[in-house]
């Protein structure tokens, strides 16, 4: 499975592509996400959005468009920008995979975060709310696994994952989700051939969205879905 990173990967990606002149332009939305019609957006300006990933910062050009038939806006922001957070997509997957999968403290992870990295409760939120969809998405994970005839061996490795850090849950059930939350971790493991374990982690926060669902259930993995320009209530990110 590969995925088609729209704007770089990274920030540090995103930024060297701006300065080498390699970056390509957002592109156009086909359909309207309200109204359903195609080929129905103008350009309708840019905002402008704060990102932070590790040592590096920047603000980026985020693209808007409107359509000119209900008047709706959406906007394209590159495919590391998470939702209504400053830190990217790379600094929330490795904290959330350090927490999963090694025995450590939320303060001991961000430490490795840089130095303007999230705060340790700021950690302690994104593993809370990515745990308790994780029972979710490791069935989804799971049938993935199977669909693409993946090695047996690896897959109940996988099935026997558990999190370091669970028996130092306090709340009831915490230590069932972290678990789970491990497993998902080592099944997107193996699904994503190792190493690449950030990447599952944008897509189990993708996932978390309508749009990045379908995507991903219809295997086309493009982490550019276009996004709402006023995004829902659902979910912390
Ligand atoms: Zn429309």
């Known amino acids: 499975m590969s995925i088609d990173w729209k704007g770089g990967s990274s920030l540090a990606e995103n930024i060297n592509l701006r300065n080498s002149g390699k970056l390509e332009a957002a592109e156009r939305p ?50 590391f920008a998470v939702p209504r957070c400053r830190y990217t997509i790379r600094v929330m997957g490795a904290g959330l995979d350090g927490y999963a999968g090694r025995l450590t403290s ?79 971790q080592s099944f997107a493991g193996v699904l994503f051939r190792g190493g690449v374990d950030f990447v599952f982690w944008c897509l189990s926060l993708r996932l978390l969205k309508d749009t990045g669902r379908q995507i991903f259930l219809g295997q086309v993995v493009r982490l550019s879905a276009p996004q709402r320009a006023k995004p829902r209530d659902s979910g912390v990110f």
């Not at 996400?33 to 350009?43: D, K, L, T, V």
């Not at 303007?116 to 809370?128: A, D, I, R």
């Not at 745990?131 to 199977?146: D, F, H, T």
């Open 106 to 184: 939320y303060r001991s992870e961000v430490v490795k975060l840089g130095e303007t990295g999230p705060s340790p409760s700021q950690l302690f939120q994104w593993v809370k709310e990515v745990s308790r969809k994780a029972s979710a998405l490791l069935v989804e994970v799971q049938g993935m696994c199977l669909t693409a005839a993946e090695d047996e061996c690896g897959l109940l490795k996988a099935e026997a994952a558990s999190c370091p850090n669970s028996y130092k849950a306090v709340v009831p059930g915490k230590a069932e989700e972290l678990d789970i939350l491990a497993k998902l």
């Open 30 to 79: 086909k359909r309207c996400w309200n109204c359903r019609e195609c080929n129905c957006y103008w350009a309708h300006g840019s905002y402008s959005r704060h990102l932070e990933e590790g040592e590096v910062s920047a603000d980026i050009a985020v693209p808007r468009w409107k359509c000119r038939h209900c008047g709706s806006t959406q906007s394209s922001p590159p495919s």
